[in-house]
């Protein structure tokens, strides 16, 4: 039940709130093409945007020649509403709609990219979840963002775990080298401010 609860919420944030009323909206995601684009891969890298949302991550990366996108929200509105935006543009993406925790991707990935749904997993056996989907599916980079222990403690209604770079690097350290970590303050659409904390990491070869 709890799942279905989850999903009902992102469903309702996504049919009754635009854009400009939620505060993770970026025009430009620049912090997330920076890590990407650092990565140096080809355009035709698998790249997946985890909780990619409405996010128009998925613009800028097929603007710059980019592939093979996938991008995975639990909410079907929130896709929906991205794929209306690109218009034609939406056919050369896979969307897939799941909960990261029920994921079972068919393929590896070259980056994997998470701006602010790591966060949102508040049990260990949510967050044991993800990694190891994370480690069986990821062959090269991933980037993940959430609040840091300067930022909020809530998003849309929901607990959130904070993180620094120790402590993310300690849940991803299984499996994951540390390549970089920035914290950053993002500004919301109502010009308030949320500081994230920013880190890539490389998978380790066994």
């Avoid at 890590?35 to 891969?41: A, T």
């Avoid at 080809?42 to 997946?48: E, H, N, P, S």
């Avoid at 602010?116 to 190891?132: G, N, P, S, V």
Wanted: one cysteine or more; aromatic letters at 10%.
């Amino acid at each position: 039940m709890e799942e279905l609860h989850k999903k009902q919420h992102w469903e309702t944030i996504y049919e009754t709130k635009s854009p400009e009323q939620v505060s993770w909206t970026q025009e430009v995601p620049k912090t997330s093409l920076d890590f990407i684009h650092s990565f140096g891969v080809d355009k035709t890298a698998r790249i997946i945007d985890i909780g990619g949302g409405d996010s128009k991550l998925v613009d800028h990366l097929l603007d710059n020649g980019y592939e093979n996108i996938t991008v995975l929200d639990i909410s079907a509105k929130a896709l929906d509403r991205a794929k209306a935006r690109l218009g034609n543009k939406a056919e050369k993406v896979n969307w897939v709609v799941s909960d990261i925790t029920e994921f079972e991707p068919e393929m590896a990935f070259d980056i994997w990219h998470d701006r602010a749904t790591f966060h949102f997993l508040t049990t260990k056996e949510q967050i044991a979840k993800y990694l190891d989907i994370a480690r069986q599916r990821v062959n090269g980079y991933m980037t993940i963002g959430t609040f840091s222990t300067n930022g909020p403690t809530k998003c849309s209604g929901l607990d959130i775990q904070q993180y620094d770079e120790q402590t993310l690097t300690a849940e991803l350290e299984n499996g994951f080298d540390k390549l970089k970590c920035i914290t950053e303050d993002h500004t919301t659409p109502f010009n308030t401010k949320q500081n994230f904390l920013f880190c890539s990491f490389k998978r380790q070869v066994n």
